[in-house]
């Protein structure tokens, strides 16, 4: 079931594009993914406390009805609204099967074999990722976008009925009232703070001025947002973010790398399918395979870094590798994607790309896990995936400002002063299909300017995985336990 909430970012990415040009707005593109992800960013903090009361069983009843009923609305939708909404109910279910599944191995698995399981885990992590896309595409290709939500919904049913006959871990807090300390506010105010920041990143020099009320009043109305969250996480008892247990350097520093990464990575895994469709004019299916090395990638970085801790028990310097491989492949992926590119050196760049995402994953976890005690796994798993979905929401979006600005300006720049620019402007804005029906004097001119707006794009992703992999050596190494009592 984790596999399914996986892939769907991966489906959602190679049809982002496919799906924008039904409704004629290639801005959706960053909605698409910001919707799901700042209902994974509310709903995964929440998840430990609520599980911790009501049972792993009940959470996971409750994230797969969720997935499967906003799957089913995207499939449905009509209007741009509809399917928003549809990934905003489908991301409350996917968020929480992602950390129910973790919290259920920390349950039962000593801290030294937890990365091992964690790579066996990601193992599954990178086949959906790297179905999904396929399968995405295929059925875009085959039928219609629509039929890769539809798909899913029977199986993601199915899922939860499993989940309800085999998941049978006791109850961590018997008492019920308990739930009146869960921070329900905390989880509205960063969610607030989230949609604030993306509706001005996402309109500011693109459906409207970097002047205009929509932006100079949401800025600011997010960064209150923010205060008021991290004023409440210090006041309440069991914050979603824990604050007291962020102040540990190897626990900030985890949750930063995450962030970092995450970004950067997600950014990558939206934007190239736009690469290899504009530059090679690959149907949505050659696209979902272009992907497939990030996911095999993620899946033998997980499971090297996991089998390379248990052995060791040491996760330091592992991490100092990791993080260069992820700057390297960035540097070149950077540095090459153009329209000179041949056809293999992407499959190699993907794939160092996702070796070194999927180690820093299981060895950031194991760090996090490792600095706290057994009491506050739940909840730190939880604030540890808080910051990978805020990471992902806000690295697509500033991902999506980045390409659209560009795009915009260079597209004037470049056809301004030719008859009828405005229409055919607009039009290549909103619908990269467009250009293979642009006049024949226009065609070359505009890959040109989407592989130069997509390099801006790729600098961006280069500076990220920088930040990541500076960050990430703020981390301690602490010891990892063979046991579950930690002896």
Not at 63 to 92: H, N, W
Not at 372 to 384: D, K, L, N, P
């Amino acid at each position: 079931m984790c596999s399914s909430s996986t892939s769907d970012s991966t489906i959602v990415a190679t049809l982002a594009s496919p799906i924008s040009t039904s409704f004629n707005s290639f801005t959706l593109l960053s909605w698409l993914a910001s919707g799901y992800l700042i209902a994974n960013a509310a709903i995964q903090p929440l998840s430990g406390r609520l599980s911790d009361i009501y049972g792993r069983r009940a959470g996971f009843i409750f994230a797969c009805t969720f997935f499967a009923a906003g799957t089913l609305v995207c499939g449905l939708a009509k209007s741009a609204p509809v399917i928003i909404a549809g990934r905003v109910i489908a991301g409350s279910g996917g968020g929480c099967l992602n950390t129910i599944s973790t919290f259920i191995a920390s349950d039962l698995i000593p801290l030294r074999k937890r990365g091992l399981w964690q790579g066996f885990a990601n193992i599954v992590y990178g086949m959906g990722m790297g179905l999904g896309g396929v399968f995405g595409g295929f059925m875009n290709d085959r039928l219609n976008w629509r039929w890769a939500f539809y798909i899913q919904v029977p199986f993601i049913v199915l899922a939860g009925i499993m989940g309800a006959i085999f998941v049978d871990i006791p109850v961590k807090e018997s008492d019920k009232s308990k739930i009146k300390r869960v921070d329900f506010l905390g989880a509205i105010l960063l969610s607030t703070s989230l949609v604030l920041l993306l509706l001005a990143l996402n309109s500011g020099g693109n459906t409207v001025p970097w002047s205009h009320p929509l932006v100079t009043v949401s800025l600011p109305l997010s960064a209150v947002a923010l205060a008021a969250f991290a004023y409440v996480e210090t006041r309440v008892s069991e914050p979603v973010i824990p604050v007291k247990l962020l102040l540990r350097r190897t626990v900030a520093a985890a949750c930063l790398t995450n962030w970092f990464m995450t970004m950067s990575v997600f950014a990558l895994l939206y934007y190239a399918p736009i690469y290899f469709q504009v530059v090679f004019s690959l149907t949505a299916t050659q696209v979902g395979t272009r992907i497939i090395p990030v996911s095999v990638g993620t899946s033998v970085g997980s499971l090297g870094a996991g089998l390379i801790m248990r052995t060791t028990g040491k996760y330091w310097w592992l991490n100092v590798g990791v993080q260069t491989l992820s700057i390297v492949s960035a540097t070149l992926i950077t540095a090459t994607f153009n329209r000179d590119l041949p056809v293999w050196p992407p499959f190699i760049y993907l794939f160092l790309n996702g070796t070194a995402y999927g180690a820093t994953l299981t060895v950031t976890l194991l760090g996090l896990l490792a600095a706290v005690g057994h009491e506050h796994q739940a909840v730190i798993t939880s604030a540890s995936y808080a910051f990978r979905s805020t990471g992902s929401t806000i690295g697509i979006t500033i991902a999506s400002s980045v390409f659209q600005n560009v795009l915009k300006d260079r597209l004037w720049e470049r056809f301004g002063d030719l008859p009828n620019a405005a229409h055919w402007i607009s039009k290549m804005r909103d619908d990269v299909d467009q250009i293979r029906h642009l006049p024949e004097q226009w065609r070359d001119g505009a890959v040109d300017v989407y592989v130069e707006a997509l390099r801006a794009v790729w600098v961006l992703i280069m500076g990220l995985a920088c930040l990541g992999g500076l960050v990430s050596l703020c981390m301690k190494e602490h010891v990892l336990h063979k046991t579950l009592a930690r002896k």
